[in-house]
């Protein structure tokens, strides 16, 4: 039997992070939380958590020079997971309380849901279509669903990075990948199996 796999979670201040702690050992993979960007750089794999404003998280990241370490990183070919504000964050920019600039890893924005009539956040149950082969997605049934809490959403200026969507007033990008990047609107944390199954996908592949 072979070492656990593992990832480190980044602690920018705004994650969820002993929830996506528990659920990468209740998959059989270790995690440890950390804002050394000197560990970021050394991972084996990284995850993104978030919780709050876009422009908030950003802020945090360049104070404790964690989106240098997470580009660097990017860069070199380790695997990186964006869970919901970490998903955003992998975006050129975002609108949310004015114009700010992401990590750029992923070419596209951050747009909030305007459609008259619809309740914001987004919160509940919500199912994925799966747009083409990804190994974050191996084994989910078509159709899955996942628990979502978000009031804006990604739009990727190459169709080819989104590989799942989801229909709430709009069709918008619920699964990214560019590279050995990748992210997904929902928490997988809060979406029982096949939120773990995704997860052990992202450890084991």
């Given at each position: 039997m072979g070492p656990q796999p593992s990832a480190l979670i980044?602690?920018?201040?705004?994650?969820?992070l002993r929830s996506v702690e528990k659920a990468i050992a209740a998959v059989g993979g270790t995690a440890r939380i950390s804002d050394d960007p000197?560990?970021?750089?050394?991972?084996?794999?990284?995850?993104l958590?978030?919780?709050?404003?876009?422009?908030?998280?950003?802020?945090?990241?360049?104070?404790?020079?964690?989106?240098?370490?997470i580009l660097e990183a990017a860069a070199n070919g380790v695997p990186l997971l964006g869970l919901c504000l970490g998903l955003q964050l992998m975006f050129e920019e975002s609108e949310e309380f004015g114009a700010h600039r992401g990590l750029g890893i992923i070419p596209g924005r951050v747009r909030k849901f305007d459609v008259p009539g619809l309740h914001v956040p987004?919160?509940?149950?919500?199912?994925?279509?799966?747009?083409?082969?990804?190994?974050?997605?191996?084994?989910?049934?078509?159709?899955?669903?996942?628990?979502?809490?978000?009031?804006y959403f990604v739009e990727p200026v190459?169709?080819?990075?989104?590989?799942?969507?989801?229909?709430?007033?709009?069709r918008f990008c619920s699964v990214a990948r560019r590279g050995t990047v990748c992210g997904a609107q929902f928490?997988?944390?809060?979406?029982?199996?096949?939120?773990?199954?995704?997860?052990?996908?992202?450890?084991t592949t």
């Open positions: 980044i602690d920018y201040g705004m994650g969820n000197e560990a970021v750089r050394r991972a084996e794999r990284l995850i958590p978030g919780v709050g404003a876009f422009g908030d998280a950003m802020a945090n990241l360049k104070k404790g020079g964690l989106d240098e370490a987004h919160v509940g149950w919500n199912q994925v279509e799966q747009l083409r082969p990804d190994r974050l997605l191996s084994g989910v049934p078509e159709g899955a669903y996942f628990y979502f809490v978000h009031s190459d169709e080819a990075h989104a590989t799942a969507w989801t229909e709430y007033g709009v928490h997988p944390e809060k979406s029982q199996e096949t939120g773990k199954l995704l997860l052990r996908n992202f450890l």
